[in-house]
């Protein structure tokens, strides 16, 4: 199979639905397309009803196109990440990994224009964000619900606006950044350096202001990037948690016990926004962002020194600080149903409060006129008010 053969195979899939986010290529199955979090077979000619371990194995071979490190990888560790270009069509992040003996692929569409703020209806949050100075900007959530392209957007408005230097370290690049009011250095896993506490480590010499690492994985990657952030660098990452809580406690559960202590002053310090992600499956199709956001003040630092406690967690915090740009997955919900872009049943699904959401959802649904309970309309006994029967 050659390259061009690769390339129309891709350029099929893509065509195939509107809106694909992802292809998908595993043994025993067709060519897939995930489109709007569902996958959907793709028609081919001839028809392939099953892939055949030979067809996966000569498709990622030619991905990997001899590369040596990636080889290595995918046999050592089972799995390799690499980008892959369409040309003038998409570009991808794709993970080829073993199960079963046989090899799959997932290739992630990426998108090639940067998207701004404005364009992704981001919370005002987020404007904040790009005009740090110093301390870290965590963006959580599972794999695939955007936490990439949000920090995209933040980075594009530091380019729009700031004369800074900007280094990247990602696996693999995924959002090429023009050079505009900014200086932009991207580096790729790989090509440009080994680790990402390497290629971390290393960026402190390379005179940046802002650093975006494309995932806090390791207790040495967390430990160089807090002593970025604790040197006048602001540092941008991601992590696969699902709320503000658990990510402060995953950054903490990577240290020793005796460390503990020591940790959390430094994160106290250093943490000024933790924005949390979800994906929900928007009215008419496709799907839209639901936000966690955490920002730093006060009570924030004083809970992550000591710990949450009964009145005093990251929720209730998040809860009450609306005033500072903090907004919880449940009132996010509840403004989404609102716009009308996620019905009743899913905002009440979603929900992390499930009687924090429903009072919201009937405070919009009574201001819109509409009812909120299913409950008929009340009688009092029917026996009440009738004269008593002699002898009763």
Not at 157 to 185: C, G, I, M, R, Y
Request: proline share 3%; glycine share 8%.
């Amino acid at each position: 199979m050659r390259k061009q053969e690769i390339d129309y195979v891709l350029g099929k899939m893509l065509d195939a639905h509107k809106g694909v986010s992802d292809l998908n290529l595993t043994v025993g199955k067709p060519f897939q397309v995930e489109t709007s979090g569902q996958l959907s077979k793709v028609d081919m000619e001839p028809n392939i009803e099953k892939l055949s371990p030979f067809q996966t194995e000569i498709f990622a071979m030619n991905l990997i196109n001899r590369d040596r490190r990636l080889t290595e990888d995918l046999l050592m560790k089972g799995s390799c990440d690499l980008a892959y270009e369409l040309p003038g069509r998409a570009r991808f992040r794709v993970n080829i990994f073993s199960q079963k003996g046989n090899y799959s692929i997932v290739m992630r569409k990426l998108e090639t224009k940067i998207p701004t703020i404005a364009e992704m209806n981001l919370p005002e949050a987020f404007q904040k964000m790009a005009q740090e100075k110093n301390g870290i900007i965590l963006v959580t959530g599972a794999t695939g619900s955007g936490k990439s392209t949000s920090l995209a957007a933040v980075l594009d408005k530091v380019n729009d606006e700031q004369s800074v230097h900007v280094v990247t370290l990602e696996d693999p690049v995924e959002f090429v950044h023009p050079q505009k009011k900014a200086t932009f250095n991207q580096r790729e896993m790989g090509q440009d350096f080994d680790v990402f506490s390497n290629g971390l480590r290393a960026a402190l010499r390379q005179a940046p202001k802002v650093i975006l690492v494309g995932e806090m994985r390791d207790r040495e990657t967390v430990e160089i990037g807090l002593s970025a952030a604790e040197t006048g660098h602001l540092v941008l990452s991601t992590l696969h948690t699902v709320d503000a809580g658990q990510t402060i406690n995953r950054i903490i559960g990577m240290f020793n016990t005796e460390e503990e202590k020591q940790i959390r002053i430094r994160l106290s310090d250093t943490v000024r926004w933790i924005a949390c992600q979800r994906l929900l499956p928007k009215v008419g199709g496709g799907r839209v962002a639901a936000f966690e956001i955490m920002g730093s003040n006060l009570r924030v630092k004083d809970t992550i020194l000591n710990g949450e406690s009964e009145g005093k967690t990251f929720y209730d915090i998040i809860d009450q600080g609306r005033p500072f740009g903090m907004i919880t997955f449940d009132e996010s919900i509840v403004e989404l149903f609102k716009q009308g872009l996620i019905t009743e049943d899913t905002a009440r699904a979603y929900a992390s409060n499930k009687s924090a959401v429903g009072r919201g959802i009937d405070t919009v649904k009574s201001s819109r006129g509409e009812k909120t309970t299913d409950l008929g309309k009340l009688q009092v006994d029917s026996d009440y008010g009738r004269p008593k029967r002699p002898g009763w």
